[in-house]
């Protein structure tokens, strides 16, 4: 059974950094796709960052590109998001996520089939 687990949220002012962490258990396919999803009051559910394994390739959201860095480490099965310059409309909730069977790796929530509850991250101008 595949177990997502997010922390790392919280309250910054604007301009501020978070790094996101996501603690997976039972998800040991030899080839894999983790992300993270963001989702705000009354918005849909979007897709902010990829990573791949093997290799460790990685996908971005436009808006984030050279702000948040995505990492991974194998060893301790987890995910990262480092978040820097946060701006107050990335407010939201934030979502780890495991690629489901037959799922791609790019920003579509569709393609991933496991997801953790979720970290809040509230940002404040």
């Known amino acids: 059974q595949v177990q997502l687990v997010e922390s790392g949220g919280g309250s910054v002012q604007a301009g501020g950094s978070l790094r996101l962490s996501c603690a997976a258990s039972?998800?040991?396919?030899?080839?894999?796709?983790m992300g993270w999803f963001r989702q705000a009051p009354g918005k849909e559910r979007e897709g902010v960052a990829v990573?791949?394994?093997?290799?460790?390739?990685?996908y971005y959201r436009d808006s984030v590109k050279g702000r948040f860095t995505i990492s991974q480490d194998n060893a301790k099965n987890t995910v990262y998001l480092q978040m820097n310059s946060l701006k107050p409309e990335e407010t939201a909730m934030y979502y780890c996520?495991?690629?489901?069977?037959?799922?791609?790796?790019?920003?579509?929530?569709?393609?991933?089939?496991?997801w953790g509850q979720g970290t809040q991250v509230t940002v404040s101008s």
């Open positions: 990573i791949y394994s093997p290799g460790g390739g990685t």
């Open positions: 996520a495991a690629q489901g069977p037959g799922g791609g790796c790019r920003l579509g929530p569709a393609d991933f089939g496991y």
């Open positions: 039972g998800y040991t396919y030899s080839s894999r796709c």
